[in-house]
């Protein structure tokens, strides 16, 4: 077995003293006994938001509240989705989209709002319904199909991809030969199941969203069978020896399949895990769909952990079992963060650039609640102080906010002040700073009462642009992420119907 086999399996399967010792690119294999394994994996506790997060809440200072709601206010004005985008980076907009309904709705419940003055509720209120109704509009269209890039359905593989990726194997990050669907779909059912939270998309739209569920977590069709019956294959990415997911989809590389961010691999189970609790938590069986979208992420994070995320023994011995041990070697390790992970090599670099920076962030987006999952404490701390404080003053502004928020797992506090700074419409499409501020809010350690007062906050959008992402260069570097331009192996004719409600 593998070492995060290792982790898990019953100490008593696993043999001490072997004349044979296997090497492999994730490290050293173990001698395990039996020809079928078996191991309990934790399942996650975090909803929407984690317990900690609800916690803080009910004590955090009205006035901190209220610069909140006053910038999801104005980011409602200044960072909404684009249509005209692909896949990913609409997918991207809607997320941050939903996040603004959510944090409107969660600090205008009664037990959240009972300290504000009685003006500040009532508007907050209306601030909630005017967000949800937004992340309606744009949310649906997108469903509906009525963008111009529009999903379809694919006979041939099973699968759900967009118009335009059919058409041209290079478009939309090679969607149409099923590259990355789990970080593309991994934002739309965030949005999708924020809008089931609050509003009626289930009823309106649910088999809709269910097809892109389907298409990245289908927990059927174990032999991945194509037939009539079978319209979508087994968990699509998932390999369920390795413990994480491949984002390569049909092209054909000599170093295997491979995975760059794995936060978005995550945020993909994270999604899919929400919106089954949404979709299926009142129905027969639905205990037990839920709980298999939950073991979904709870092994992408063990993958990552276990894999993406390194730290010298003597530091991570003293953190939970998923950090027990070394992988690789010590000068490879020193970076602390694998960027590319594939079946024959690892890498410390990215498909878009080598800088450390990138090889870090990319592996943290986005900023949910699951990140606290995700990244523990002990490794922020080391992976901040030794790679990004460096760095941290020169960060260009569409990665910034995530150093931020990387920050603030460690020093809530200083990058409260760091946040101030900020604008919305400078940031990644796929977090705004109404999510940065309640991301810090939520910190243990955040101190609420020594922060300046609202009045002192710097967190205008006014005269905004057009909604920014990572800079030009990069977009397009990342839009040759898992494509060979030069490769000329090529698929037979496929054939495509539109996006249709699958039952």
């Keep these: 077995g593998l070492p995060h086999h290792a982790q898990v399996i019953p100490a008593i399967n696993i043999l001490k003293d072997f004349d044979l010792q296997y090497q492999t690119i994730k490290g050293v294999m173990a001698p395990?006994?039996?020809?079928?394994?078996s191991y309990d994996e934790p399942l996650t506790n975090i909803e929407f938001d984690d317990p900690l997060s609800m916690e803080k809440l009910l004590s955090l200072n009205p006035d901190v509240k209220q610069v909140i709601l006053d910038q999801v206010e104005k980011d409602l004005g200044g960072v909404l989705p684009n249509l005209n985008e692909d896949v990913y980076g609409y997918g991207k907009q809607v997320a941050r989209?939903?996040?603004?309904?959510?944090?409107?709705?969660?600090?205008?419940?009664?037990?959240?709002?009972?300290?504000?003055?009685?003006?500040?509720?009532?508007?907050?209120?209306?601030?909630?319904?005017?967000?949800?109704?937004?992340?309606?509009?744009?949310?649906?269209?997108?469903l509906d199909g009525s963008n111009e890039d529009n999903l379809v359905y694919d006979i041939n593989f099973g699968g759900i991809t967009t118009k335009n990726g059919?058409?041209?194997?290079?478009a939309d990050f090679g969607s149409g030969w099923y590259n990355d669907h789990h970080f593309h779909y991994g934002y739309i059912l965030y949005a999708s199941s924020i809008l089931g939270k609050l509003n009626t998309i289930i009823s309106e739209y649910g088999s809709h969203v269910d097809s892109i569920f389907y298409d990245v977590a289908h927990e059927a069709n174990l032999?991945?069978?194509?037939?009539?019956?079978?319209?979508?294959?087994?968990?699509?990415?998932?390999?369920?020896?390795?413990?994480?997911?491949?984002?390569?989809?049909?092209?054909?590389?000599?170093?295997?399949k491979s995975q760059e961010s794995s936060s978005e691999a995550v945020n993909c189970y994270y999604g899919a895990y929400l919106w089954s609790s949404m979709r299926w938590r009142n129905v027969?069986?639905?205990?037990?769909?839920?709980?298999?979208?939950?073991?979904?992420?709870?092994?992408?994070?063990?993958?990552?952990?276990?894999?993406?995320?390194?730290?010298?023994?003597?530091i991570s011995a003293k953190m939970d079992s998923i950090h027990s041990m070394a992988i690789y070697k010590p000068s490879f390790e020193?970076?602390?963060?694998?960027?590319?992970?594939?079946?024959?090599?690892v890498t410390i670099s990215t498909w878009f650039g080598n800088e450390k920076l990138y090889v870090h962030m990319i592996n943290f987006i986005p900023v949910t609640s699951i990140t606290k999952d995700l990244f523990d404490p002990t490794y922020v701390e080391k992976e901040f102080n030794t790679i990004i404080k460096p760095m941290y003053d020169q960060v260009e502004m569409a990665w910034k906010g995530y150093?931020?928020?990387?920050?603030?797992?460690?020093?809530?506090?200083?990058?409260?002040?760091?946040?101030?700074?900020?604008?919305?419409?400078?940031?990644?499409?796929?977090?705004?700073?109404?999510?940065?501020?309640?991301?810090?809010?939520?910190?243990?350690?955040?101190?609420?009462?020594?922060?300046?007062?609202?009045?002192?906050?710097?967190?205008?959008?006014?005269?905004?642009?057009?909604?920014?992402?990572?800079?030009?260069?990069?977009?397009?570097?990342?839009?040759?992420?898992?494509?060979?331009?030069?490769?000329?192996?090529?698929?037979?004719?496929?054939?495509?119907?539109?996006?249709?409600?699958?039952?």
Aim: aromatic fraction near 10%.
């Design 32 to 37: 395990i006994v039996g020809n079928k394994w």
């Design 97 to 142: 989209l939903a996040q603004l309904a959510h944090i409107a709705h969660a600090l205008e419940q009664p037990q959240y709002t009972k300290k504000l003055r009685s003006n500040e509720t009532s508007s907050s209120t209306q601030l909630s319904e005017r967000a949800t109704g937004l992340l309606h509009d744009y949310l649906t269209v997108f």
């Design 166 to 170: 059919i058409q041209n194997k290079e």
């Design 223 to 256: 032999d991945s069978d194509i037939s009539s019956t079978a319209f979508f294959p087994f968990t699509r990415h998932k390999s369920w020896f390795d413990g994480h997911s491949f984002a390569s989809g049909l092209f054909p590389f000599g170093n295997g």
């Design 284 to 314: 027969a069986n639905g205990g037990d769909r839920i709980k298999f979208a939950k073991l979904l992420l709870a092994m992408e994070i063990r993958g990552a952990k276990t894999y993406w995320h390194m730290l010298d023994p003597s």
């Design 334 to 345: 020193k970076s602390l963060m694998v960027g590319n992970l594939g079946m024959m090599d």
């Design 403 to 503: 150093c931020v928020a990387d920050r603030a797992m460690i020093q809530p506090n200083e990058s409260w002040l760091d946040a101030t700074k900020l604008r919305s419409y400078e940031l990644d499409s796929a977090l705004s700073l109404s999510q940065l501020f309640y991301w810090i809010s939520s910190m243990e350690g955040f101190n609420d009462s020594a922060l300046p007062g609202r009045d002192s906050q710097n967190t205008d959008t006014s005269n905004a642009p057009d909604t920014m992402n990572l800079n030009q260069q990069e977009r397009m570097m990342l839009h040759v992420r898992h494509i060979n331009a030069a490769q000329t192996w090529v698929l037979g004719d496929f054939a495509v119907h539109p996006l249709v409600a699958l039952t």
